[in-house]
């Protein structure tokens, strides 16, 4: 039988002590003798380690748990005042508005729309993790789609002097089943680091189509590139491309878009 139990010292100092005894038989000679064997091992580190483990595991409970309630809060907060931009944004649309009026009061609405959606995947940050996002299957217009990125970008592309082009190859479809606030959002990351990063010159979207009827998105662009030996650390989470010395930014972000498009199957 062996038993863990606290054992206080004469000097008043608690050990953890592994106690343990048993019968053996000993043959010696001629004669059989039988004994009794017992142990003690002193395992106060061990059991040290164990309280150490179980409170950091109940400090991370605690505080994923505060996280979510604080993201709760918080995109209920921000959801008030962004449906009334959306909502402003729709009545604005029903009005008479010259053609540029109009592209603008697109724009409001389609960021907008765009942020919600944001919003609602960091209330989804555990399935993201975990690779349990749920992605819808609706019909959406590729044009479209292409257009309504390069237009939110449009004002930061022509700060920077830069060109924003789309480029569509033959045997495109104008419509295709998916989710498409997950691959506007996946475009949008990339588009967004290409811009980071390119100083002049020109960021585009290419698309073509595959040979198994989905769709190939490239972005590509001008700009200072990275080291051959940091491509494969890409995807990475929380693992920052190593871009020249001269550049100064936070990480890029690409495990993101690399997680949503794993959901179809892709990279």
């Known amino acids: 039988m062996v ?3 606290p054992v206080q010292l004469p000097n008043g100092e608690c050990r953890w002590l592994m106690q343990g005894k048993g019968p053996i ?3 010696e000679d001629d004669s059989v003798k039988n004994w009794l064997l017992g142990f003690s091992l002193d395992i106060t580190e061990r059991k040290l380690a164990e309280d150490l483990q179980r409170d950091a595991k109940i400090a991370a409970e605690e505080a994923v748990q505060t996280k979510s309630e604080f993201l709760s809060v918080m995109s209920h907060e921000i959801r008030t005042p962004l449906n009334s931009v959306i909502g402003t944004a729709q009545l604005l649309q029903d009005m008479v508005l010259e053609d540029e009026q109009k592209h603008y009061v697109d724009m ?11 919003i609602n995947d960091i209330l989804d940050f555990n399935k ?3 690779n349990k996002v749920e992605l819808e299957s609706a019909a959406f217009d590729l044009s479209t789609l292409v257009g ?3 237009d939110m970008n ?3 592309a022509d700060k920077k002097g830069l060109k924003l082009s789309e480029y569509y190859s033959d045997g495109l479809s104008a419509f295709y089943l998916g989710d498409a606030a997950r691959v506007r959002q996946i475009l949008l990351n990339l588009v967004g680091n290409a811009l980071k990063f390119t100083s002049e010159g020109e960021i585009s ?5 595959t040979e198994n009827k989905r769709v190939r998105f490239e972005v590509t662009d001008s700009g200072i590139g990275i080291r051959p030996e940091q491509i494969d650390k890409l995807f990475l989470r929380s693992r920052k491309p190593m871009r020249p010395p001269r550049v100064n930014s936070a990480a890029p972000g690409w495990a993101c878009p690399s997680v949503k498009a794993g959901g179809y199957d892709g990279r």
């Open 3 to 5: 038993t863990e139990e």
């Open 25 to 27: 038989t000993i043959y």
């Open 108 to 118: 409001i609405r389609h960021s907008g729309e765009h942020l919600l959606q944001l």
């Open 128 to 130: 993201l993790e975990a």
């Open 148 to 150: 309504s990125i390069l």
């Open 154 to 156: 449009r004002l930061l």
């Open 205 to 209: 979207i290419r698309v073509r189509p």
